[in-house]
């Protein structure tokens, strides 16, 4: 782990992370950096490749080919 999500997301936002995904409910802690990745034209959905809602179960968030990536990955 490298510190709080939220800098996590704003790191992946700015360009400093390529990606970041997780598995788990922690909604409340990915919901601001997840917005300020949207905000910034990266990708965000949750594990599944399904739109980031309140019930998502995980997250993944980078730019749109690394973003396919990551999920066709987790997928296996």
């Not at 598995?23 to 997840?34: I, L, T, V």
Request: charged share 15%; proline share 1%; aromatic share 10%.
């Amino acid at each position: 782990m490298l510190g709080s999500v939220a800098l996590q997301l704003a790191d992946v936002a700015c360009g400093r992370i390529d990606a970041y995904w997780e598995y788990g409910e922690q909604f409340y802690d990915w919901m601001a950096g997840a917005l300020v990745v949207q905000e910034a034209a990266g990708a965000v959905t949750d594990i599944n490749g399904d739109p980031f809602t309140w019930a998502s179960t995980g997250i993944i968030a980078g730019n749109m080919q690394l973003h396919a990536v990551i999920q066709a990955m987790l997928k296996r």
